[in-house]
């Protein structure tokens, strides 16, 4: 027993003697018990915060984005003569009272602001805008970003999509780039424009939705975003987080129809196209099959998928290609030459991007058979895309 009692406190007066060493050289020497676990691999690994993992996915600024697309951003003053119905009262009092007026006219001066974009230089300044900031217009100025002043002059609109080209006279032009990579919902996006002439105006936002169609009988293809567009914002850019060109900005939905932060722009593909025939031709040609179309539908209980593939026929009019070919209402079209068709608003495109007067095969089904037609298309009548907004 007394053998176990010296043998515990031999060691009590070794821990105590370790401790005491072990406090003087912490005292006189600090950091070498560190050194000395880093030294055998006893270092322990530092603390990760979880929000670390997060750090450098996105920019802390967008400036780069700014500074590499707002040179190309340009504001547009469309000067218009409106002329307007007045009754112009007469001189004498008597006759005020017997007929009150004489009806007439008189004319003022309009002006219109909105944005453009330089997209193309090389001795032809092309400048893409929306066609309601210029449509009527009789003079057209563009303030460039550098300052300068230039007239332009109208190479051509279309209605339907709500563009136009515009041609400038000027040197130096910053033409913008334009994005290839496809946009997803959730991307940010930047709208640079002159919202109620505040030139070179920013705001950010991201891509709320993509292929949005406000009209059915329309071809259209709306980027929807929740970046602040505003009158004088039309025409101008969409760009995204590298300062490229992904749309131009179109119109919103304002507080008046109980939105916020609903705006929607024309994508880079559609505007190009646009842009590309009006410098060839002066203006647009889309196909037209001459149908309507619906979503096809699906029972709630019929086993398939709500989105269903096809578009179907409502109506066809008479004397069109559809009718001719033999197309009938309550057909639903499966495919229009190589390509499937996934909805109402892809065959619009379809049918709009091939040329009048091309022949084309067309698949369905007709009360569950299969059949198909070759149609020979015809040249899209013009609509008015104000008064499809208004519809």
Same mark, same amino acid.
């Given at each position: 027993?007394?053998?176990?009692?010296?043998?515990?406190?031999?060691? @009590?007066?070794?821990?105590?003697?370790?401790?005491?060493?072990?406090?003087?050289?912490?005292?006189?020497?600090?950091?070498?018990?560190?050194?000395?676990?880093?030294?055998?691999?006893?270092? @322990?690994?530092?603390?990760? +915060?979880?929000?670390?993992? +997060?750090?450098?996915?996105?920019?802390?600024?967008?400036?780069?984005?700014?500074?590499?697309?707002?040179?190309?951003?340009?504001?547009?003053?469309?000067?218009?003569?409106?002329?307007?119905?007045?009754?112009?009262?007469?001189?004498?009092?008597?006759?005020?009272?017997?007929?009150?007026?004489?009806?007439?006219?008189?004319?003022?001066?309009?002006?219109?602001?909105?944005?453009?974009?330089?997209?193309?230089?090389?001795?032809?300044?092309?400048?893409?805008?929306?066609?309601?900031?210029?449509?009527?217009?009789?003079?057209?100025?563009?303030?460039?970003?550098?300052?300068?002043?230039?007239?332009?002059?109208?190479?051509?609109?279309?209605?339907?999509?709500?563009?136009?080209?515009?041609?400038?006279?000027?040197?130096?032009?910053?033409?913008?780039?334009?994005?290839?990579?496809?946009?997803?919902?959730?991307?940010?996006?930047? @709208?640079?424009?002159?919202?109620?002439?505040?030139?070179?105006?920013?705001?950010?936002?991201?891509?709320?939705?993509?292929?949005?169609?406000?009209?059915?009988?329309?071809?259209?293809?709306?980027?929807?975003?929740?970046?602040?567009?505003?009158?004088?914002?039309?025409?101008?850019?969409?760009?995204?987080?590298?300062?490229?060109?992904?749309?131009?900005?179109?119109?919103?939905?304002?507080?008046?129809?109980?939105?916020?932060?609903?705006?929607?722009?024309?994508?880079?593909?559609?505007?190009?196209?646009?842009?590309?025939?009006?410098?060839?031709?002066?203006?647009?040609?889309?196909?037209?099959?001459?149908?309507?179309?619906?979503?096809?539908?699906?029972?709630?209980?019929?086993?398939?998928?709500?989105?269903?593939?096809?578009?179907?026929?409502?109506?066809?009019?008479?004397?069109?290609?559809?009718?001719?070919?033999?197309?009938?209402?309550?057909?639903?079209?499966?495919?229009?030459?190589?390509?499937?068709?996934?909805?109402?608003?892809?065959?619009?495109? +379809?049918?709009?991007?091939?040329?009048?007067?091309?022949?084309?095969?067309?698949?369905?089904?007709?009360?569950?058979?299969?059949?198909?037609?070759?149609?020979?298309?015809?040249?899209?009548?013009?609509?008015?895309?104000? @008064?499809?907004?208004?519809?």
């Amino acid at each position: 027993m007394k053998h176990a009692a010296g043998t515990l406190l031999f060691i @009590a007066r070794f821990a105590v003697l370790g401790l005491a060493m072990a406090f003087v050289v912490g005292l006189f020497w600090p950091g070498s018990g560190e050194r000395l676990r880093e030294r055998f691999g006893l270092t @322990a690994p530092p603390a990760q +915060h979880a929000s670390q993992g +997060h750090v450098g996915n996105g920019p802390v600024s967008y400036a780069d984005a700014v500074a590499a697309a707002a040179p190309s951003v340009v504001n547009i003053y469309a000067n218009k003569i409106v002329t307007e119905q007045a009754v112009r009262m007469y001189d004498n009092p008597v006759l005020q009272q017997l007929f009150g007026g004489q009806p007439t006219t008189f004319q003022h001066r309009e002006q219109t602001l909105g944005s453009g974009v330089i997209v193309s230089a090389q001795g032809q300044g092309y400048v893409l805008t929306n066609n309601h900031v210029i449509a009527h217009a009789a003079d057209i100025q563009v303030l460039l970003y550098d300052g300068r002043i230039a007239k332009a002059s109208l190479v051509g609109a279309d209605e339907e999509s709500d563009l136009a080209v515009l041609k400038i006279e000027a040197s130096n032009l910053p033409v913008i780039h334009i994005a290839e990579q496809q946009l997803r919902p959730g991307d940010v996006v930047l @709208a640079i424009g002159n919202p109620l002439g505040l030139n070179q105006t920013v705001t950010m936002g991201i891509v709320s939705a993509i292929g949005r169609q406000l009209n059915g009988s329309s071809a259209e293809d709306f980027i929807q975003t929740d970046a602040a567009i505003n009158l004088g914002n039309s025409g101008g850019a969409l760009v995204n987080a590298e300062g490229e060109l992904v749309g131009i900005n179109t119109l919103l939905i304002g507080k008046a129809a109980g939105a916020e932060g609903i705006g929607f722009a024309i994508p880079v593909t559609t505007a190009k196209k646009v842009l590309d025939q009006i410098i060839a031709t002066g203006h647009v040609v889309r196909g037209w099959l001459g149908a309507d179309y619906a979503f096809v539908p699906v029972a709630a209980n019929g086993g398939l998928p709500a989105a269903a593939r096809g578009a179907l026929v409502t109506v066809v009019y008479p004397g069109s290609p559809a009718a001719l070919a033999g197309i009938r209402p309550r057909d639903i079209l499966l495919s229009i030459g190589t390509d499937d068709i996934l909805d109402p608003a892809d065959l619009r495109r +379809h049918e709009a991007a091939l040329k009048p007067g091309s022949k084309v095969q067309v698949s369905g089904l007709r009360n569950g058979n299969p059949f198909h037609v070759e149609v020979t298309l015809a040249q899209r009548p013009a609509m008015s895309a104000s @008064a499809e907004l208004d519809n």
